[in-house]
């Protein structure tokens, strides 16, 4: 055990001192969500641990040709303009539209893709072929997305924002939504190939994506810009399109190339794999491919986890202390704290560690700000525990420790705190199994975690079941021993004692 914690803090220290983003020479890091799915950035259905995608044999090119190495990033989608003035990596590419907004905040390269969004209905439906049809009804489209903010501009459709495509067309398949509206390239990898679902009308609206840069760096914002203006005149933006199945008739129009497609081998590749029918011999072997990926998954999940928790111990453990014992100011701060903690959404706090301090100097490490977040947010839970363990001893316990002899911190080492614990242990070890799973929320700032990790693979494989069974069942087992580690103490604590 004392192994696993030295560990522990070497690692929360070792990325301490590391700095947040690292500009290593002849490397482009460039950031994306590969849980948003085909064809941009995902895991290859054919081997779960390569990332694969039209924008990643974009960005590979990109960085080939400035003479560097393209490394993934993986972010959380709407973390990652946040993300990339923070200045954990290059660049951002994800199918981000270029926006006024946006272009307030980032630069953008030139376009490297014109599309525009695309109206999905299920194959029943007759009389909806564009938004004017869609008044009273109920529209599916990602969050935070360009579709998103026409569906709200047109007024009288009731518009639900999802996190990942793929669950919005199951939910049309099933009649939850009415009709779909995404980007044409999502429509053709998650509309198209369901026999349940067509696409209708006309193309609706007009967008273009960029690759965000910092505002701090238009020299590298005009080498990608030269580096797309050569792909483009020789004609491998167009290859990279037509292998992916996405070129359309917007492209056609902004590259002046009206010439047939040629065959989309990527995207007849992925609908291959993605409908192949497998026995259940092959359906085990592909869940114990996955295991691997989950494994480190779950590695930083514990890691966080234990760090974060250790962290939450001594800082609760300090409020209480100094609520009960100390009193006047400090007990006044504690208390403000605890109540102020308590009272936020622990996403937040960890948006603040991580993007607001930057703005005063701060810069941590995912690593770092995702333990501090964690460790201050079930610190303020902690100090509540601890404050009701206390409390449960009876204040004849530290007189009669005071008459023999003993000074104060002498009686709350020696004789109050063993006390206390007893009281304290079962709710600590509910926390601990709480922080665990609330550790899933540290994927909004760079961390790949568990929870992560199965969205990836789910999305990819519209497998939110099985995959989310073998996930929930690696959570049992990193959790288990320390259930069973606290009633052992629990029993040891109370040998001898008479129940209540």
């Known amino acids: 055990m004392k192994s696993l914690i030295a560990g522990m803090l070497i690692a929360l220290f070792g990325a301490a001192s590391a700095p947040a983003a690292t500009a290593a020479e002849g490397v482009l890091r460039w950031a994306a969500d590969a849980e948003g799915g085909a064809p941009y950035v995902f895991r290859d259905p054919r081997n779960p641990s390569r990332m694969v995608g039209f924008e990643v044999d974009l960005m590979e090119e990109v960085a080939h040709r400035l003479g560097l190495k393209a490394e993934f990033v993986q972010n959380q989608w709407d973390s990652l303009i946040p993300g990339l003035q923070r200045g954990d990596y290059d660049v951002a590419v994800n199918g981000i539209e270029i926006t006024e907004d946006r272009k307030r905040e980032v630069l953008f390269s030139d376009p490297y893709f014109v599309t525009y969004e695309q109206i999905t209905v299920r194959k029943e439906n007759q009389d909806l072929q564009s938004l004017e049809d869609a008044k009273g009804r109920i529209a599916g489209t990602l969050k935070y997305s360009l579709a998103e903010r026409i569906l709200k501009a047109q007024g009288g459709i009731e518009v639900r924002g999802y996190d990942s ?64 203006s050569s792909m483009k005149s020789e004609g491998k933006l167009r290859e990279i399109y037509d292998r992916w199945g996405i070129w359309n008739s917007r492209m056609a129009e902004a590259f002046q190339d009206y010439s047939p497609s040629k065959k989309a081998t990527e995207l007849n590749e992925y609908l291959a794999a993605m409908g192949r029918t497998q026995t259940w011999r092959q359906q085990a072997a592909q869940y114990w491919s996955y295991v691997p990926l989950l494994a480190r998954g779950a590695v930083t999940t514990l890691q966080l986890s234990a760090v974060g928790m250790i962290l939450a111990v001594a800082l609760g453990l300090l409020l209480a202390l100094v609520r009960l014992y100390v009193g006047g100011v400090p007990g006044f701060f504690a208390m403000v704290y605890t109540e102020a903690i308590r009272g936020t959404p622990l996403l937040i706090q960890l948006f603040f560690i991580f993007y607001g301090l930057p703005n005063i100097g701060i810069k941590l490490s995912p690593f770092v700000a995702a ?124 040998k001898g004692r008479p129940h209540i």
């Open 371 to 494: 333990v501090i977040g964690l460790g201050m947010n079930y610190g303020a839970y902690e100090a509540e525990v601890y404050r009701a363990g206390f409390l449960s001893v009876p204040r004849s316990q530290m007189d009669a420790a005071l008459s023999l002899g003993m000074n104060r911190w002498q009686a709350l080492c020696h004789v109050i705190l063993p006390q206390a614990t007893r009281v304290a242990l079962p709710p600590m070890t509910n926390d601990f199994i709480s922080l665990l799973k609330d550790s899933s929320l540290v994927s909004v700032i760079t961390m790949v975690e568990l929870t992560k990790v199965y969205g990836q693979l789910a999305s990819t494989y519209y497998d939110y079941l099985g995959i989310g069974i073998l996930t929930a069942a690696m959570y049992f087992v990193i959790g288990l021993p320390f259930v069973r580690l606290s009633r052992a103490l629990e029993k040891k604590f109370t």
């Open 165 to 228: 495509q793929t669950t919005i067309y199951e939910d049309l398949s099933n009649g939850r939504l009415d009709f779909v509206l995404l980007d044409h390239p999502i429509a053709v990898y998650y509309g198209n190939p369901d026999p349940r679902l067509k696409s209708v009308g006309r193309p609706v609206g007009d967008m273009t994506y960029g690759i965000a840069v910092p505002l701090s760096n238009a020299a590298l914002q005009q080498k990608i810009n030269q580096a797309l």
